[in-house]
Every structure is written in C-alpha cells, then in structure tokens.
C-alpha cells in the first residue's frame, strides 16, 4: 500500500463504478470537471480519499491557492487529486475522481489510481474529457468515445472515435486500465476552439447527457440546462460582435454544408 494514496474512510462499496475527470490538457473549457463536480454534488457524494500532489506537480505552474480576508489568512489548499463516493441506488455506488493532469512521475501517478481500482474493486471506469475542434458553437455539442472494447460502444450507442497521436492521462489511464481487465469508456464533448468559454456549461451538460444512462443513475438537470442556454446566448453576443469571427464561423457553416 502506498503512502502516497490517502484514504479519508474505507467504505465496503457493492459493484463500484469510477468516474474520472482531470483539469488540464483533457479538459478543454473545463467541461469534464464541471460535469463531474456537478454529478459529485447531485448524488450527494462524500469524501473518500485524495493524493498527495509533492511528487506530481510543478506547484509554479499548479500553484497552491489561499484565502485571505481582512488580511487574516483564513485558507491553504495544495491542487489534489480528490475523490468522493456516494450510493447511485441500491445496487451500487459511484466514486468520483476530479483531478489534476499531473506534469511528473505519471507511471507512479497512475499506480496510486490502480492502487484505489484494486482496494475498492473497480470492474467498470467513464473518463469525462473534452478537446477543441472546428465546430459550429450553434450546433449541439457532439460526444464521441474511446472504449476498453468495441462492443461497450455499441451496447450505449456511442460514436467511436479514430485518432494517433499525443494523448492526456485520460489516455494512458484507459490503456493501463485494459491492462489490468477493467472494463473503460471515455466520453469526449467537442467544442468551438475559436471562442473561450470556461467554464462550458453547454460541454458539461453534454457528457452528462451521454453518462448519465451509463452510471445508471437519475440527475436532475434543468439547472445545467439554463446555464447551456445563455452560454450559447453569450457566444452568440461574442461572434456578432466580431466581424472577423462572424465570418469565421459563417466559412464553417459553409464547410459544414459542402460536406
């Protein structure tokens, strides 16, 4: 057992299933973590463990955060990897992992996540991510998926995707997780890279619309809904305010129509 792997309490869980998101490099207008936090509050979820960050982080680029209030130091907190747990119904629970992409020791990183998979019995992992495209900011957002086997995309309906290249620890997570015979889908939302949004309710809601028949699990998620649409207001007021970026977007409908 490692040190590194700080475990708050050690709950008996029935047929857990783990849900990771990671801020950074996979988590394009913070999409993926909004949505985990956002299902993380909805089910009511309670701490279970986190990581210490010293062997993983840069903390000049990831820095610590404080709080200060009428110049009394009232909060410190170190960027963590934490994850909560919490009853989806009678039969089995979630544990939720909103993390940090760490900059060093990913191998080390990785066995610390491994490690929880192994203590509380993890057969089954969604991934929540989401990268930048060339995509109308207008059109609903698309959620394709990478899978531990092909049949999962076809058992929930899911649009696989192709690609080769550099990769998150979403990526390298998935590949070990095969590895070691869980069972993994990831979720990507695509977005608009030519307007920043962040967070990106309308990202969130989308993976969470997609994941939310996967986890098996009941969300309410009208509030998200709102926050979606005057997002998209907000951008609209963005691309018709910019004549350059009118035109951007108007040469991808154009595109979008050709093809």
Request: charge should be negative; include cysteine; charged fraction near 25%.
């Amino acid at each position: 057992m490692s040190d590194l792997l700080r475990w708050q309490v050690r709950p008996r869980l029935r047929d857990p299933l783990l849900v990771l998101s990671f801020e950074g490099w996979n988590d394009a207008g913070e999409s993926a973590t909004t949505a985990a936090r956002y299902l993380a509050e909805q089910i009511g979820a309670a701490p279970l463990a986190d990581i210490e960050p010293e062997p993983f982080f840069d903390f000049t680029v990831q820095r610590p955060s404080i709080r200060v209030e009428d110049g009394v130091v009232t909060s410190f907190e170190w960027p963590l990897s934490r994850f909560h747990y919490a009853a989806a119904d009678e039969a089995h629970e979630l544990v939720i992992g909103v993390a940090i992409e760490p900059h060093l020791q990913w191998r080390l990183y990785a066995d610390q996540i491994l490690e929880l998979v192994e203590t509380l019995q993890v057969k089954r992992c969604v991934m929540l991510g989401a990268y930048l495209a060339d995509v109308l900011y207008s059109r609903p957002v698309a959620v394709t998926a990478v899978a531990s086997d092909a049949a999962l995309l076809d058992r929930h309906g899911l649009e696989g995707t192709r690609y080769e290249g550099p990769t998150g620890v979403v990526g390298m997570l998935g590949w070990l997780l095969k590895q070691k015979g869980v069972e993994f889908l990831s979720l990507w939302a695509g977005l608009p890279h030519y307007i920043h949004v962040a967070p990106n309710p309308r990202g969130a809601l989308a993976l969470l619309e997609r994941a939310e028949p996967i986890l098996d699990v009941k969300l309410d998620l009208d509030p998200l809904r709102t926050a979606a649409q005057e997002c998209e207001q907000r951008m609209s007021q963005m691309v018709s305010g910019d004549p350059e970026l009118a035109e951007y977007v108007r040469e991808l409908k154009r595109r979008e129509f050709v093809q």
